[in-house]
């Protein structure tokens, strides 16, 4: 059984191992984190880093707003948006963070990041005036976040959420705050909720159990916004 050498895509882990592949097999176990690496998500990750290196070649690794930027500023509201597929909800979460003054934006995992024309037809150049910032991974930036004194709210019906306005009423979110929303199916990842300080949700009314991610995300960011 031929030995093949792979290397887990998720950032946290990256380790390399050799792995008993036969012919027409697709899917295979990280030894060091014990999660399922299928040959799309590999191959999805592949992909973001050669978008990434181009992003470095083009300066835009780290898009940062220097009309913003000046003596005394200090970022209190940001949001941190993970593995969210779709490119024009993306561009959506651009155009709501500029829109809420959010400070900055940073873009995990398989989440797109300028420049894509999906992105800017739904952001209308928001991209450009709001902060924004791409990582493989949403840990080392939450992790980064939490030592800098910000809370973490992720955006996320568990059995363990509350309501957002009721915890907004009760003053228990306050800044510095770093807003989180996950993939449009299988939502906030549980690395994400475990460094979360915070799990709040939004009531839901009808038949459907949660609504589209850029859609919850301006609901969240404006009630944030505006009561603190």
């Given at each position: 059984?031929?030995?093949?050498?792979?290397?887990?895509?998720?950032?946290e882990?990256?380790?390399?191992?050799?792995?008993?592949?036969?012919?027409?097999?697709?899917?295979?176990?990280?030894?060091?984190?014990?999660?399922?690496?299928?040959?799309r998500?590999?191959?999805?990750?592949?992909?973001?880093?050669?978008?990434?290196?181009?992003?470095?070649?083009?300066?835009?690794?780290?898009?940062?707003?220097?009309?913003?930027?000046?003596?005394?500023?200090?970022?209190?509201?940001?949001?941190?948006?993970?593995?969210?597929?779709?490119?024009?909800?993306?561009?959506?979460?651009?155009?709501?963070?500029?829109?809420a003054?959010?400070?900055?934006?940073?873009?995990?995992?398989?989440?797109?990041?300028?420049?894509?024309?999906?992105?800017?037809?739904?952001?209308?150049?928001?991209?450009?005036t709001v902060?924004?910032?791409?990582?493989?991974?949403?840990?080392?930036?939450?992790?980064?976040?939490?030592?800098?004194?910000?809370?973490?709210?992720?955006?996320?019906?568990?059995?363990?959420?509350?309501?957002?306005?009721?915890?907004?009423?009760?003053?228990?979110?306050?800044?510095?705050?770093?807003?989180?929303?996950?993939?449009e199916?299988?939502?906030?990842?549980?690395?994400?909720?475990?460094?979360?300080?915070?799990?709040?949700?939004?009531?839901?009314?009808?038949?459907?159990?949660?609504?589209?991610?850029?859609?919850?995300?301006?609901?969240?960011?404006?009630?944030?916004?505006?009561?603190?």
């Amino acid at each position: 059984m031929p030995l093949t050498e792979t290397f887990c895509p998720y950032p946290e882990c990256n380790e390399r191992f050799s792995a008993d592949l036969p012919a027409g097999r697709t899917k295979t176990t990280c030894p060091k984190c014990n999660r399922a690496i299928t040959a799309r998500l590999a191959a999805v990750f592949a992909t973001l880093e050669r978008e990434q290196e181009k992003r470095k070649r083009m300066g835009l690794v780290n898009c940062d707003n220097e009309a913003k930027a000046g003596p005394g500023y200090e970022e209190t509201f940001v949001a941190v948006v993970e593995d969210v597929r779709s490119l024009f909800n993306v561009g959506a979460v651009f155009r709501t963070a500029d829109g809420a003054g959010m400070d900055k934006v940073y873009l995990c995992g398989i989440t797109g990041a300028p420049p894509r024309k999906e992105i800017e037809k739904v952001s209308l150049g928001a991209e450009n005036t709001v902060n924004w910032e791409w990582s493989f991974g949403c840990v080392p930036i939450l992790r980064q976040l939490k030592e800098r004194g910000f809370q973490i709210v992720a955006l996320e019906k568990t059995d363990n959420s509350q309501p957002l306005a009721q915890l907004l009423s009760e003053g228990k979110i306050t800044r510095p705050v770093c807003l989180v929303v996950g993939n449009e199916v299988s939502g906030v990842s549980a690395e994400a909720l475990a460094l979360s300080d915070i799990v709040a949700d939004l009531p839901m009314r009808g038949m459907k159990e949660s609504l589209n991610v850029s859609v919850a995300f301006g609901i969240a960011v404006y009630a944030i916004s505006e009561k603190l």
